[in-house]
């Protein structure tokens, strides 16, 4: 079936360091692909999407692209904030089961 | 625009008590809504999705059940809670892309 595999975590970084979180999928076509964040007591907030092939996501300094031929959808950001500092979760609409398909989650710490 | 409310926010209630716990979408008509759990500390756990009133589909048999009255209400119940159902519970509403988005959350402990 569909799933969605993601770097475990926590993932500790200094203020202004580079972040990537790899997640990779398994599907059947070519799914809609999502990150998304939760910050401490908060529910799940969009933060990018792609829905096709070499689609590149984008926001608040955020970037992931849609690889087809390694079934990726890493997230990047170049400076990483404090407040950057949550859950993150990758994600796969799969059109077979009419859901999302979550990874685990990767928590992130920025320290000053 | 589209809004996603819940509550209440918190909860706590006693094992063998019911619970209700209510999700309103304003902005949009006939959505897919969703009803997840988080256990502390873990992922998301689908629990029941809706396509239209009176339509539920369950993910997993347990002793909660869903309800969806209006074209913009999803309800989540149960009518004896166990340990297991403390949790972060998440509404949500599918958007055009396929892409969802989610309500504050309610969080239940059951003691």
């Known amino acids: 079936g569909d799933s969605v595999t993601q770097m475990e975590g926590p993932v500790t970084l200094s203020e202004e360091a580079f972040l990537t979180i790899n997640c990779t999928y398994t599907a059947t076509g070519y799914p809609s692909l999502f990150w998304y964040v939760q910050y401490p007591g908060e529910g799940l907030q969009l933060l990018l999407k792609a829905t096709k092939a070499d689609d590149k996501g984008s926001n608040k300094g955020f970037e992931a692209t849609y690889r087809k031929e390694t079934t990726s959808f890493h997230l990047e950001k170049g400076s990483v904030q404090v407040s950057d500092s949550a859950v993150y979760f990758c994600?796969?609409?799969?059109?077979?089961?009419?859901?999302?398909?979550f990874g685990a989650g990767t928590r992130l710490a920025v320290h000053p | 625009s589209q809004t996603i409310h819940q509550w209440p926010a918190t909860l706590v209630q006693p094992v063998g008590s019911p619970l209700s716990l209510e999700c309103t979408v304003e902005g949009t008509s006939n959505p897919n809504l969703y009803w997840y759990r988080q256990a502390a500390g873990r992922g998301l756990q689908l629990l029941f999705y809706s396509v239209g009133i009176g339509q539920i589909s369950s993910e997993v048999p347990q002793n909660l059940s869903a309800s969806r009255p209006q074209d913009r209400q999803f309800i989540l119940s149960s009518k004896k809670l166990l340990l297991s159902d403390s949790g972060f519970y998440l509404c949500a509403w599918q958007g055009s892309s396929y892409e969802q988005y989610f309500g504050p959350g309610t969080r239940l402990t059951v003691t």
């Open positions: 994600a796969l609409f799969s059109g077979g089961y009419n859901k999302l398909i």
